[in-house]
Each structure stands twice: as structure tokens, then as C-alpha cells.
């Protein structure tokens, strides 16, 4: 069995038909929903670097990948819209870890 490499992108593109949300609201939702899923799996937490880690890691290589597939017409324009999905993809991930190694009692309520 060999790999297509244009599977991923049609993945991709039947979650967002399916879905009918654009592509950056589910760069948000499944890099925050991909850090929680991580954490249950390894069995840590939020504070722990590795789930957040693991997010950054596929997400580079979700871009990475995006670069070989597709071909824009103008390359600085393609690269923009990847750093954008990178930030969009990441930010929410590094605010719950900021958070929850920095302000835990805002994540889970106790020692008030």
C-alpha cells in the first residue's frame, strides 16, 4: 500500500465541507482540541510542553506539506497564508499552556 500524498488534502477538504467553516476557524479548533486530546493520551497536563510541542511539530508539517502540494502564483503570498495558519493553529495551545503553568487556579478553580 503506497501513500497518496494528496489524501491529506482531501481530508482536509472534506472536513471543511462538511463542517462549513473556513479553513482558519478549524486551524483554531483543532489545534486547541488536538492539545486536549494529546494531553489525555500522554496522560499529563496542559502545563506539560509535550502536547503544545506535538501540536507545533504536525502543524509545521500541515504547512510544510501545504508548500510541496500546492503551488500559488506568487510564493511570498503562499508562505503569508501558512504563517498565518501557524499563528492561528498555535495561539490558543500557548495561551492554555502560559496559563496553566503560570495561573492554574484560572484552569481548574481551587485555592481560592
Known amino acids: 500500500m503506497s501513500f497518496d500524498p494528496a489524501l491529506w488534502y482531501e481530508v482536509k477538504e472534506l472536513?471543511?465541507?462538511?463542517t462549513g467553516w473556513p479553513m482558519d476557524?478549524?486551524?483554531v479548533m483543532g489545534g486547541v482540541l488536538l492539545?486536549?486530546?494529546?494531553?489525555?493520551?500522554l496522560r499529563t497536563s496542559l502545563a506539560s510542553?509535550?502536547?503544545w510541542l506535538i501540536v507545533l511539530l504536525l502543524?509545521?508539517?500541515?504547512?510544510?506539506y501545504d508548500l510541496w502540494l500546492e503551488r500559488w502564483p506568487s510564493l511570498p503570498m503562499q508562505?503569508?497564508?501558512?504563517?498565518r495558519d501557524l499563528i492561528g493553529?498555535?495561539?490558543?495551545?500557548t495561551i492554555l499552556l502560559w496559563v496553566a503553568r503560570n495561573r492554574p487556579?484560572?484552569?481548574?478553580?481551587?485555592?481560592r
Open 15 to 18: 472536513v471543511r465541507h462538511s
Open 35 to 41: 492539545q486536549l486530546v494529546l494531553a489525555a493520551l
Open 25 to 27: 476557524t478549524l486551524h
Open 59 to 64: 502543524e509545521l508539517a500541515n504547512e510544510a
Open 79 to 83: 508562505v503569508g497564508e501558512g504563517l
Open 105 to 111: 487556579r484560572l484552569l481548574s478553580g481551587r485555592g
Open 89 to 93: 493553529t498555535m495561539l490558543l495551545p
Open 49 to 51: 510542553k509535550w502536547p
